[in-house]
T-cell receptor, first 114, second 111 residues
Framework: GAGVSQSPSNKVTEKGKDVELRCDPI?????LYWYRQSLGQGLEFLIY????????KSGLPSDRFSAERTGGSVSTLTIQRTQQEDSAVYLC????????????FGPGTRLTVT | RKEVEQDPGPFNVPEGATVAFNCTYS??????FFWYRQDCRKEPKLLMS???SGNEDGRFTAQLNRASQYISLLIRDSKLSDSATYLC????????????FGRGTSLIVHP
């Protein structure tokens, strides 16, 4: 079946611009996670959704970052007034539920802020 | 102490070798454990879950040691295609639904 998809695959933007990243989870997966990975670094947790609710936003690096999920499916991660340090690969993962389920990752969006 | 720790490596082994990685976790309440593989500039892919009784899938064997709070991954008869970074993931459960990823262990299999 279809896996997790993300768009765009690559995004180059100028410092100060807003960007929106999209994630389509696997159908039927109620949990959705956003991570960030800088080159050569580990995964940095950003936020997760159970259904449309985001119980824990503590991983978001600043108030320039926000995310939403509608209809229990597609999620968007928005970064306002982008900075060069926002450059990274943004990964989305979904799972059947929260807790003890394995996650399946999308291919990521590579964001470059110039 | 970090919640999940892995030796970053790299582990440099010849084809056909057996190699093992460990991953230690700090929270004794941790409930589920996984190994993922990440190729360069690619997303992590699930390799296997780690059950209390252990888990074997072909050349790969995963073990859990709750007493010492670590999980292990054993790769037998290494192939060139096994070269990747191996990430361990720990779910604490009990209301915390944020999986904790290790930084990964790099494996290089050479001819």
């Amino acid at each position: 079946g279809a896996g997790v998809s993300q768009s765009p695959s690559n995004k180059v933007t100028e410092k100060g611009k807003d960007v929106e990243l999209r994630c389509d989870p696997i159908s039927g997966h109620t949990a959705l996670y956003w991570y960030r990975q800088s080159l050569g670094q580990g995964l940095e947790f950003l936020i997760y959704f159970q259904g449309n609710s985001a119980p824990d936003k503590s991983g978001l690096p600043s108030d320039r970052f926000s995310a939403e999920r509608t209809g229990g499916s597609v999620s968007t991660l928005t970064i306002q007034r982008t900075q060069q340090e926002d450059s990274a690969v943004y990964l989305c993962a979904s799972s059947l539920g929260t807790g003890n389920y394995e996650q399946y990752f999308g291919p990521g969006t590579r964001l470059t802020v110039t | 102490r970090k919640e999940v720790e892995q030796d970053p490596g790299p582990f440099n082994v010849p084809e056909g070798a057996t190699v093992a990685f460990n991953c230690t976790y700090s929270n004794s309440a941790s409930q589920s454990f996984f190994w993922y593989r990440q190729d360069c500039r690619k997303e992590p892919k699930l390799l296997m879950s780690v059950y209390s009784s252990g888990n074997e899938d072909g050349r790969f064997t995963a073990q859990l040691n709750r007493a010492s709070q670590y999980i292990s991954l054993l790769i037998r008869d290494s192939k060139l295609s096994d070269s990747a970074t191996y990430l361990c993931v720990v779910n604490i459960g009990g209301g915390s639904y944020i999986p904790t990823f290790g930084r990964g262990t790099s494996l290089i299999v050479h001819p």
